[in-house]
């Protein structure tokens, strides 16, 4: 049974930084690409960053060059970085998997099987 469980989240001013983590099991870990996703209250779902199962990343332009996605293989763990943070990243952040590549569409949450419980960030100003 595939389980994701993401930590890390919490409450930081404008500026500051955050590490989440979503520890996974119960599926061949190298084979799966994973991503982290975020909702606002009253917004839909929006892909964050993703992390193909060959390697490469996709980074939404609305956290390019503040975000990073990384992985772990021998803590079965993905990583996102979060640095410079804003009040409008405020969220519910989760991490997603699926089996096999992503392609173009790396950020499409209906793309992604698995969903853990999410990790809340608040940024204040």
């Known amino acids: 049974q595939v389980q994701l469980v993401e930590s890390g989240g919490g409450s930081v001013q404008a500026g500051g930084s955050l590490r989440l983590s979503c520890a996974a099991s119960g599926y061949t870990y190298s084979s799966f690409s994973m991503g982290w996703f975020r909702q606002a209250p009253g917004k839909e779902r929006e892909g964050v960053a993703a992390l193909d199962s060959d390697g490469d990343t996709i980074v939404a332009d609305t956290v390019k060059g503040r975000f990073t996605i990384s992985k772990d293989n021998a803590k079965i763990t993905l990583y996102l970085q979060m640095n410079s943070l804003k009040p409008e990243d405020t969220a519910m952040y989760s991490c997603?998997?699926?089996?096999?590549?992503?392609?173009?569409?790396?950020?499409?949450?209906?793309?992604?099987?698995?969903w853990g419980q999410g990790t809340q960030v608040t940024v204040s100003s």
């Open positions: 997603a998997a699926r089996p096999g590549l992503l392609g173009a569409r790396g950020l499409d949450p209906a793309l992604y099987r698995y």
